[in-house]
C-alpha cells in the first residue's frame, strides 16, 4: 500500500522472530535450482520483503526470485522437504499482513511471473502468469475492445494472482462479480508441491474457488484462466450530491429496485468528500455508472435522475463524453489520496454489511471516529454494501495510534453485532485473525482449522495467517428447531457408523435402500428480504416451483432452474451460476455439529470459502441445511442446467473427506470403488 512510510520502524508494530536460520539447510538444492543470483538471503533484500501494505513487519529468512513458473513445483517440494514456511508474495498490497513471513521461512518473490500467456476473444478468456498486474491486463484487453471485470483501486499496481488469492472486487462487482466469479480455471500448487489443475466446472466440490482464495495458506495460483468480456461502447456517468447517507441509500435501493443494475454505485462520505476538496457541500456523494445497449442506457439514465430528485439530492449531473465521465470519477479515485495527505500514513478497513445496513454502520462508524477525533472517512461500494473506512494517522505520534486501535476493535464488533464480515475484499491475514473468533462460533472455526490441516498438515503455506491463534469464539449458535432431529440423527450415525445416504426429491442419483435421509420435507421458503434482494430457503424445495413463487413477486433467479430441489441444483453443481450467488449456508458437519457461513452481504472473504467447499459436494461433506442467495430484479440470460455427470473423487478431495467425515457416515458410495450413480 502506497501510504505508509516505514522510515521510522519503532512506530509501527513489529514482530520480533527469534529462531534458527532453517533456510541454510535447504539453501544448496534451492541454489542448485534457482541459481545463487535469485536466491537472497543479504540484509537489504529481507528488509525490503518483510513488509506489505499493513503495519505487521517481520524478517524473512530468505527471499526467493521466481523467473521460471515450471520451477515452482519443484521448489515447493524442497520447502516440504525441509519443513520450510513459505510466503507467495507478488506486488505486497495487501492490507492486512498477509504478505509477511512472520514465522520466517522463505518469500517467493512472484513479481516476474507476470506473463499475459493467453488472450482468447472468441473464447472469451485471459491465460495470465500469477504475477500479472491487473492494469496491465486491462490495458491488453482495451486494445482489443474487451474488459476484466474485477478491478480493485489497487489495480495499477496489484496483481491478478493476488486479487484472486483475497477475492479482490472493485466497482463493478455489484454487475459482474468479484474475482472468484471470474476465475475459470487455474493450475494450483498445494503446500507438498502438488499440481493440481482447477477447473469451475467440473465435477464435485469447487476446488477452485475454495483453493484459490485461500489466502496462499493453502498453496498458490501459478497461472489462471480468466473471464474477459466485450467491452460495451455505450457508457452513461452520473454524479449525485445528498444531504445525508439516508437519502443516498434509498437512491439506491430505488435504482436496483426498478431493475437497474449500474456497472458501479460508489459512494463517500461528509468527511472524505472534505478531504477530497469538493465544491459541494454534502452529506454524500453517489457516482451511478451504467452501461449496456445505446437504446436502454438514455432511459435509465431518465429514471436514475428521477430517483435522485425523488430522493432529495442537492444536484446531479451527467457526462456527455469520456472527458467528462473520468472528471465525475475524479472525487472517488482521489479519495483515499486525499485521506492520505493528512497524516504520514493511512489505515484502510474492508468490511461489508446488507445494503439496508449500511446507513446504520455507518452513523455507527462517524460516532467511532468522532469519539476519538480521528482523521478518517468513509468511501463505500453502495450497490454491494461493501465499505472502506479509512484513518489517516501520524506514525510518531504513539497516543494516536492508541487511539487508532480501540477505534479499529470498536468497528469490528460493530460490523459483527450489525451481522456483517470484517473482510469483503482485503482478506484477514495476520491483523484480523482475532476478529474472527468474533465473527464465527468454535464450531465453524474447527472447521477451517480442518480444512487448513487436511491440506497443509506440516503448516508450511502461509502460516499463521487467517485463523486465531489465542482467540477463543464467545459466539454461541442455536440451531432452528426444525432441524434439530437431524443432529440429532447424524450424530447417532456418527456415534454408530452407520451410513446415512443423503438425497433430496431423488431426481439425480437415484438412490434406494433403507439408510437413506430424505430432505424433501424441508422444503420452506424462510425468508424473501426485498430490501437486501435475497432469498433465505430450504434445500428440499422444487426449484421450479420457487422460481414462479418469486417471479410473482417480480423476483428472480439468478440460474436457470432444473430439475429436482434447490439444495440437489446446489450440492450437484447443476446449475453453473449458482454458486456465485450463494451469500450465506446453514451446515451440519457429519459428526452433527451445526455451523453457519455467510449473510445478506454480497462480498464476503472472512475464512475458507465454504459456500465452494459444498457446492458440488453432493452431500458428502455436510448436510445443508438452509441456503441464503441473492435474487435479480429481472429474468437475466442464463446457462441450462449442466448434465449430471459422475464425480471420481481426487485425492484432495479425499482428505478433505477424511478431515470432515473420518467415519464416512454421509453418502460413503462416492469414495468407494464403484459409486452408485446413474
Same mark, same amino acid.
Given at each position: 500500500m502506497p501510504y505508509f512510510n516505514y522510515t521510522n520502524v519503532n512506530t509501527i508494530i513489529v514482530i520480533l522472530m527469534i529462531k534458527l536460520n532453517r533456510f541454510d539447510k535447504a539453501k544448496k538444492a534451492v541454489q542448485k535450482l534457482l541459481g545463487v543470483r535469485d536466491t537472497l538471503t543479504n540484509k537489504t533484500a529481507l528488509l525490503l520483503n518483510s513488509f506489505d501494505g499493513s503495519p505487521v513487519k517481520s524478517l524473512p529468512d530468505a527471499v526467493l526470485e521466481i523467473k521460471d513458473i515450471s520451477k515452482l513445483p519443484k521448489l515447493i517440494q524442497i520447502l516440504d522437504s525441509?519443513?520450510?514456511?513459505?510466503?507467495?508474495?507478488?506486488?505486497?498490497?495487501?492490507?492486512?499482513?498477509?504478505?509477511?513471513?512472520?514465522?520466517?521461512?522463505?518469500?517467493?518473490?512472484?513479481?516476474h511471473l507476470d506473463e499475459i500467456e493467453q488472450i482468447n476473444t472468441?473464447?472469451?478468456?485471459?491465460?495470465?502468469?500469477?504475477?500479472?498486474?491487473?492494469?496491465?491486463?486491462?490495458?491488453?484487453?482495451?486494445?482489443?475492445?474487451?474488459?476484466?471485470?474485477?478491478?480493485?483501486?489497487?489495480?495499477?499496481?496489484?496483481?491478478?494472482?493476488?486479487?484472486?488469492?483475497?477475492?479482490?472486487?472493485?466497482?463493478k462487482t455489484l454487475k459482474y462479480g468479484a474475482t472468484s466469479a471470474n476465475l475459470l480455471k487455474a493450475e494450483f500448487i498445494l503446500p507438498d508441491g502438488e499440481t493440481l489443475l482447477l477447473d469451475k466446472d467440473a465435477p464435485g466440490p469447487d476446488l477452485l474457488g475454495l483453493l484459490v482464495r485461500s489466502e496462499g495458506t493453502l498453496g498458490l495460483a501459478s497461472r489462471l484462466w480468466?473471464?474477459?468480456?466485450p467491452k460495451n461502447p455505450y457508457k452513461k456517468t452520473?454524479?449525485?450530491?445528498?444531504?445525508?447517507?439516508?437519502?443516498?441509500?434509498?437512491?439506491?435501493?430505488?435504482?436496483?429496485?426498478?431493475?437497474?443494475?449500474?456497472?458501479?454505485?460508489?459512494?463517500?462520505?461528509?468527511?472524505?468528500?472534505?478531504?477530497?476538496?469538493?465544491?459541494?457541500?454534502?452529506?454524500?456523494?453517489?457516482?451511478?455508472?451504467?452501461?449496456?445497449?445505446?437504446?436502454?442506457?438514455?432511459?435509465?439514465?431518465?429514471?436514475?435522475?428521477?430517483?435522485?430528485?425523488?430522493?432529495?439530492?442537492?444536484?446531479?449531473?451527467?457526462?456527455?463524453?469520456?472527458?467528462?465521465?473520468?472528471?465525475?470519477w475524479q472525487s472517488r479515485l482521489a479519495a483515499a489520496a486525499?485521506?492520505?495527505?493528512?497524516?504520514?500514513?493511512?489505515?484502510?478497513?474492508? @468490511? #461489508?454489511?446488507?445494503? $439496508?445496513?449500511?446507513?446504520? +454502520?455507518?452513523? !455507527?462508524?462517524? *460516532?467511532?471516529? =468522532?469519539?476519538?477525533?480521528?482523521?478518517?472517512?468513509?468511501?463505500?461500494?453502495?450497490?454491494?454494501?461493501?465499505?472502506?473506512p479509512n484513518i489517516a494517522f501520524n506514525e510518531n505520534n504513539l497516543y494516536e495510534l492508541s487511539k487508532i486501535k480501540k477505534a479499529v476493535?470498536?468497528?469490528?464488533?460493530?460490523?459483527?453485532? @450489525? #451481522?456483517?464480515?470484517? $473482510?469483503?475484499?482485503?482478506? +484477514?491475514?495476520? !491483523?484480523?485473525? *482475532?476478529?474472527? =473468533?468474533?465473527?464465527?462460533?468454535?464450531?465453524?472455526?474447527?472447521?477451517?482449522?480442518?480444512?487448513?490441516?487436511?491440506?497443509?498438515?506440516?503448516?508450511?503455506?502461509?502460516?499463521?495467517?487467517?485463523?486465531?491463534?489465542?482467540?477463543?469464539?464467545?459466539?454461541?449458535?442455536?440451531?432452528?428447531?426444525?432441524?434439530?432431529?437431524?443432529?440429532?440423527?447424524?450424530?447417532?450415525?456418527?456415534?454408530?457408523?452407520?451410513?446415512?445416504?443423503?438425497?433430496?426429491?431423488?431426481?439425480?442419483?437415484?438412490?434406494?435402500?433403507?439408510?437413506?435421509?430424505?430432505?424433501?420435507?424441508?422444503?420452506?421458503?424462510?425468508e424473501v428480504d426485498k430490501t437486501n434482494y435475497t432469498l433465505t430457503a430450504e434445500p428440499g424445495i422444487n426449484v421450479k416451483h420457487l422460481a414462479e413463487e418469486l417471479e410473482k413477486?417480480?423476483?428472480?433467479?439468478?440460474?436457470?432452474?432444473g430439475k429436482g430441489s434447490l439444495g440437489g441444483e446446489f450440492c450437484s453443481k447443476n446449475s453453473p451460476e449458482l454458486k456465485d450467488y450463494v451469500t450465506a449456508l446453514d451446515v451440519i458437519l457429519p459428526d452433527g455439529t451445526f455451523i453457519q457461513y455467510g449473510g445478506k452481504y454480497v462480498k464476503n472473504t472472512a475464512?475458507?470459502?465454504?459456500?465452494?467447499?459444498?457446492?458440488?459436494?453432493?452431500?458428502?461433506?455436510?448436510?445443508?441445511?438452509?441456503?441464503t442467495i441473492r435474487l435479480l430484479p429481472f429474468k437475466p440470460k442464463t446457462a441450462k442446467p449442466a448434465a449430471f455427470a459422475p464425480w471420481r473423487p481426487k485425492a484432495v478431495e479425499r482428505k478433505l473427506k477424511s478431515a470432515l467425515d473420518a467415519n464416512n457416515i454421509l453418502n460413503p458410495f462416492y469414495f468407494e470403488e464403484a459409486p452408485h450413480e446413474n
Open positions: 525441509f519443513n520450510i514456511p513459505f510466503v507467495p508474495r507478488a506486488a505486497g498490497t495487501n492490507h492486512d499482513g498477509g504478505a509477511v513471513a512472520i514465522k520466517g521461512g522463505v518469500i517467493l518473490n512472484l513479481n472468441e473464447e472469451k478468456y485471459a491465460r495470465v502468469q500469477c504475477g500479472t498486474v491487473n492494469g496491465n491486463l486491462q490495458k491488453a484487453l482495451d486494445k482489443l475492445g474487451f474488459f476484466y471485470a474485477p478491478d480493485p483501486a489497487s489495480k495499477e499496481f496489484s496483481t491478478v494472482g493476488g486479487n484472486a488469492s483475497l477475492g479482490a472486487g472493485g466497482p480468466v473471464k474477459i468480456k452520473i454524479l449525485a450530491f445528498f444531504p445525508d447517507l439516508q437519502s443516498t441509500m434509498l437512491c439506491v435501493k430505488d435504482i436496483i429496485s426498478a431493475g437497474i443494475i449500474p456497472s458501479a454505485l460508489e459512494a463517500m462520505d461528509f468527511h472524505t468528500l472534505k478531504a477530497a476538496k469538493t465544491d459541494v457541500e454534502a452529506g454524500a456523494l453517489l457516482i451511478i455508472e451504467l452501461d449496456g445497449k445505446k437504446s436502454e442506457l438514455a432511459a435509465q439514465a431518465e429514471k436514475v435522475l428521477k430517483f435522485c430528485s425523488e430522493r432529495k439530492a442537492l444536484g446531479a449531473k451527467s457526462a456527455d463524453n469520456e472527458e467528462q465521465a473520468k472528471a465525475l486525499a485521506l492520505a495527505s493528512l497524516g504520514t500514513g493511512l489505515i484502510s478497513l474492508d @468490511c #461489508a454489511v446488507s445494503r $439496508s445496513d449500511l446507513p446504520r +454502520i455507518i452513523t !455507527e462508524i462517524s *460516532a467511532i471516529f =468522532a469519539k476519538y477525533g480521528l482523521k478518517a472517512g468513509i468511501v463505500f461500494h453502495a450497490g454491494d454494501g461493501n465499505l472502506h476493535k470498536e468497528i469490528h464488533t460493530a460490523v459483527c453485532l @450489525c #451481522a456483517g464480515t470484517i $473482510s469483503a475484499e482485503h482478506g +484477514i491475514g495476520v !491483523e484480523k485473525r *482475532a476478529v474472527m =473468533a468474533m465473527m464465527f462460533d468454535a464450531g465453524t472455526l474447527n472447521c477451517f482449522r480442518k480444512i487448513k490441516q487436511a491440506l497443509d498438515p506440516k503448516n508450511l503455506a502461509n502460516p499463521d495467517k487467517v485463523l486465531p491463534i489465542a482467540s477463543v469464539s464467545q459466539k454461541i449458535l442455536t440451531p432452528p428447531e426444525r432441524i434439530k432431529y437431524l443432529i440429532e440423527t447424524v450424530k447417532k450415525a456418527n456415534a454408530e457408523k452407520t451410513v446415512l445416504n443423503l438425497c433430496g426429491l431423488n431426481t439425480k442419483i437415484k438412490l434406494k435402500g433403507k439408510n437413506n435421509l430424505s430432505l424433501k420435507n424441508l422444503n420452506k421458503i424462510i413477486e417480480n423476483l428472480f433467479l439468478p440460474f436457470a432452474p475464512g475458507y470459502d465454504l459456500a465452494a467447499l459444498f457446492s458440488g459436494s453432493r452431500g458428502a461433506y455436510g448436510i445443508v441445511t438452509s441456503l
